[in-house]
């Protein structure tokens, strides 16, 4: 008999992060389609581009959740959250993970500790007034951490984040001495990375799910297995995007043993492991 590697006997779990951050982008957003067209000219586009996000990609995303009958972890920004704290709250209300991803759309590591610190505090008030609930984990602007970045999360009472993509299950790190959560993040499986590609078409991402589904499924026979899924607002809500990705899930859940769970009962879970990988501290982490 396989040895159990995941709660009541799981095979698999799949997890999925819905970025929520349209509303926080700057005037000259990145990851837009839509190039500047001058200096003295607003980029009224691009804005519309985010503003997608929030009219019908995550309430798009969200009816498609239900569907499906999982759970996801939202990480939001701050002042998108600020934007739209009812948004922010229906998330919750519909069982999903509120989770930080910074006040701003800007880098963090550019900051001086103590603006790093104020951010993530400004993000976590955002979050509990719009959501009443306070975020346990964190994802960073372009996954790029400071050297100081972990032990103020630590401090503020986070128990993990996902900047790190070092590993296809989940582990821990050492952080002032304590064991902190790692979740790990995918880029492949990350559709702002794939359809910034105006060749890559909907059903190209779905067989590349798949065969990523595929190996890990098999591979989780014998040892512990996680498979992240990221989908942002204005890109993963699209309906021909939405339409694949409710496909996957699908598919994913037609195998014996697979399960959707949210980051906080992944990262809870692991912490309680004895033979969850540990790794020592850094000199970033320490």
């Not at 009812?86 to 519909?94: D, G, K």
């Not at 400071?146 to 993509?165: N, V």
């Not at 582990?171 to 304590?178: N, Q």
Request: charge should be negative.
């Amino acid at each position: 008999m396989p040895a159990e590697f995941w709660p009541d006997g799981a095979r698999l779990v799949v997890s999925v992060s819905m970025q929520f951050e349209a509303g926080a982008q700057p005037e000259k957003a990145p990851y837009s389609p839509f190039a500047e067209m001058d200096p003295e000219t607003p980029n009224i586009a691009t804005g519309k581009w985010f503003d997608y996000g929030v009219k019908e990609g995550l309430p798009r995303l969200l009816d498609l959740w239900d569907r499906k009958g999982i759970k996801v972890t939202s990480h939001m920004v701050g002042q998108a959250v600020e934007r739209h704290p009812e948004l922010a709250r229906e998330i919750v209300e519909r069982g999903h993970e509120a989770a930080a991803h910074g006040h701003t759309w800007e880098p963090h590591w550019r900051m001086s500790p103590e603006e790093e610190r104020g951010s993530y505090e400004k993000n976590i008030a955002a979050i509990e007034a719009a959501t009443g609930t306070r975020p346990v984990g964190f994802n960073a602007f372009a996954l790029r951490n400071s050297a100081e970045t972990l032990g103020i999360l630590q401090s503020l009472g986070f128990i993990y984040y996902i900047d790190d993509t070092s590993r296809d299950e989940p582990f821990t790190v050492e952080v002032a001495g304590k064991p902190f959560g790692v979740v790990p993040y995918t880029r492949r499986n990350n559709d702002i990375d794939r359809f910034h590609m105006l060749s890559l078409s909907g059903a190209a991402f779905g067989s590349d799910l798949r065969d990523e589904f595929d190996t890990l499924y098999a591979e989780a026979d014998h040892r512990r297995r996680m498979m992240s899924l990221s989908v942002h607002d204005r890109i993963g809500g699209q309906p021909g995007i939405s339409k694949v990705i409710g496909e996957f899930v699908d598919y994913a859940l037609s195998h014996p043993g697979v399960v959707f769970m949210r980051k906080d009962e992944i990262a809870r879970w692991a912490l309680e492991q004895p033979d969850t990988p540990h790794e020592p501290a850094t000199a970033a982490e320490s």
